[in-house]
């Protein structure tokens, strides 16, 4: 069977002091790093719902002011995935992240872009190498 790449999306969702909303991953492939709310993208989505739908899922959090952002080409060299990640950048409509998935997440911290905790997961350690960032 011939793999191929899988499309996730991230989303950089922003508090009202210019934070970044990250959780501590269990579980699943890049357990004990950090990473923003995200998924797999499904089949007719939107690159913008799948990021509404991820963060609902995942903290319970609404999003507002989505936009579409970099994306990142990440091969998880121990497991054997390959992803694109298309990020999103958001700002939360209001209240506290929630631990929805327990199973996949221990805890939501808000952080500032450059005082991120580590190890991050791929993707966004990716992207933050890239020189991005959300808040110009």
Known sequence: MKQQPRVGVGVIVLNNSGQILLGERIGSHGANTWCSPGGHLEFGESVEECARRET????????????????????????????????????????????????KCLQW?????????SPLFLPNKNLFLSGFNPLR
């Open 109 to 117: 911290k808000w952080f500032d872009w450059n005082q991120q905790p």
């Open 56 to 103: 609902l899922e995942e903290c319970g959090l609404e999003l507002k002011n989505i936009r579409l952002g970099p994306y990142t080409n990440d091969y998880f060299m121990d497991e054997n995935k390959h992803y694109v990640t298309a990020f999103v950048i958001a700002e939360s409509a209001g209240g506290a992240p929630q631990i929805c998935e327990p199973e």
